[in-house]
């Protein structure tokens, strides 16, 4: 059986060469680089911006009780439901429940990346009932059976041909180059699913303490669509994303649709309190709230990587890692991908299987630069490595180089030694035309690159030579 | 939800309670204004409608903002036309219908097939030419399940910015009195295929506000 990290690094090898996926992504990520750039225009001061953010999820997350229990009343109050799951089975259990409790058949989903990590849509699956994505890069990612790419952008990999052959495929649709008709056969064929899905799921971009609300925000208006059609409303979400004012939004919103895509604001901006109340016109009979726990009180008790909670998920993280943008989304094969991946997953699904995400990183810190909240990315890799080394999870041949290099590194003479030992070596292989094959010990880096011939020379002899030093 | 049928609910609280006795160091940084004053409301107002694609029309009394939606149905396919059931659009009405069906949101939510619907709003927010509207306004599905969704608002709804909105959304109650508000800024849109903007994915594809700015 391969590991996680067996399975990333192949991946990884293989995306990385493949120059028609890295072209596309360059592609997307240069097209967001320009609108995060005119969107910042926007500002008087983003770095303000970034600290009011910080400021609000700061509080929110270190009173969290308090504010879920706010908000759970309210919520209450206004005939709504509140589940909390501690982990993923207990969220699927209560939302299938519902589902089996009120006869649904059918299910509309806007993007929630909850219930990704929790796979809930498998579960409903399983139950003989139909899930189906609603956000156009959701459906098309749904339709070829694969996880969403990016946390903003699903389908970010995939370009119009792609696209048009799998509607074609699947939907027996008309092929097309064109995207706006592409949209149109999207629209057309989820229309018939939000009037004849009983279900409409969720996420929650934040839930708000002294309002009782969950709001979601869309640019395409399916989110719009799921929480106002369909006569049974579940909104799925993760305890951190609780904030304590309706008026923080007015920093939060503007901030999260800059950082997510480089819009002032994003579209749609829909807040949720509950069922349809009496005298108003439509709406859905029951509203159910699952705060999703799944390893973040954990995390929450962890000093350190707690402000890891503040995390908004805009993926102004993802795009800017030179790692992500040469593997792609997919590599990561987790469901946060990227630096915010790379430091959430060892807390959610354990740190010995995915202590490796923490070395898919340069530690350029680009990742923290961007953060609208503040997160210290880099920083928590490398606190994720530390944790890792201290529960032991190092192979006993990576625990022996390192003492051999703390032996080296201790004395001057042990470090000349090891350097012309290592010269020699590296020589010989290089005469014997060894570079890059199974017997050369350097393998992993030449096999894909040329290394420079050595020299017979260290620095150190050259300097004694031509200073005259004996 | 009785906490009997729930006993995660205790448990992860008292994990969070735990873990929050201790208190995260705060990052501190600047504090300085974030956006800057919007002076001239109307004016901001505009120039972002133009901006995200919303069509705004200003008009000078009833019977101007009557000819202006008027103006808008004829330019439709046939079909229905859903209104908010609210005294200024009844007021309103006899300038703008051209024969078609109008269904009021007193008789339910609108059809899937509707033209167009018209609504009015709760506020109006010039700093992004957003409108923000609730359940009251017809209902969730009032705006935004047609091609066409026209809002016909007053001048004295527009506020400066996105701290006055919710200023008034506590002040009137709007998020109180409703299970359901939006902050709409322009219409529908998607670049979820090689980043290229199209209009439409599943709301209106033409946003029209309809500004009055007299009664």
Known sequence: MTTAAQEFLRKAAEKSADLAHRGIVRWNIDQYDAGVGRGKTRFADWEAARQRCHDIKWEAVNHLDRYLLQFEQKVKENGGHVFWAENGEEARHYICDVAARTGVKKVVKSKSMVSEEIHLAQAMEKMGIEVVETDLGEFIVQLRNEPPYHIVTPAMHLNRQQVSKLFKEKLGAEETQDPPELVAIARRWLRKSFFSAEMGISGANFIIADAGMVTITTNEGNGRLCTSVPRIQVALTGIEKVIPRLQDLATLWPTLATAGTGQPITCYNTLIGGPRRAGEVDGPEEFHVVLVDNGRSELLADLEQREVLHCIRCGACINACPVFRNIGGHAYGVTYPGPIGSVLTPHLRGLPEYQHLSYASSLCGACTDVCPVHIELHHHLLHNRRNAIHAGTHSSAERLGMKMFRWTMMSAGRFRFMGSLGRTALRVIHGMRLEGTALDPMRPWTKDRAAPAMPRESFRDLWRKQNGVR | ?215
Request: glycine share 6%; with cysteine.
């Open chain 2, 1 to 215: 939800m009785a906490s009997a049928d729930n006993p995660s609910r205790e448990r992860i609280l008292g994990r969070i309670r735990a873990a929050v006795q201790t208190t995260a160091p705060h990052h501190d940084g600047p504090s300085g204004q974030i956006f800057a004053p919007v002076t001239d409301p109307l004016d901001r107002f505009q120039k972002e409608c133009v901006a995200n694609i919303t069509e705004c029309m200003v008009t000078a009394d009833a019977a101007a903002s009557a000819a202006a939606i008027a103006n808008v149905l004829a330019s439709l396919p046939p079909g229905e036309i859903f209104a908010q059931d609210a005294p200024e659009l009844r007021a309103l009405v006899s300038g703008f219908t051209d024969g078609r069906p109008l269904r009021w949101s007193s008789e339910g939510p609108p059809n899937e097939a509707s033209q167009a619907t018209i609504t009015l709003c709760e506020a109006l927010v010039a700093q992004t030419g957003s409108i923000l509207v609730s359940a009251a306004n017809g209902g969730r599905q009032a705006t935004v399940i047609a091609p066409v969704h026209i809002v016909f608002a007053r001048l004295s709804q527009l506020v400066p910015d996105l701290e006055a909105a919710f200023a008034r959304v506590y002040e009137q109650g709007i998020a109180s009195r409703n299970s359901y508000v939006c902050l709409i800024t322009g219409s529908s849109r998607t670049a979820d295929i090689e980043k290229i903007l199209i209009m439409g994915a599943h709301g209106p594809r033409r946003l029209i506000v309809v500004l009055q700015k007299t009664g």
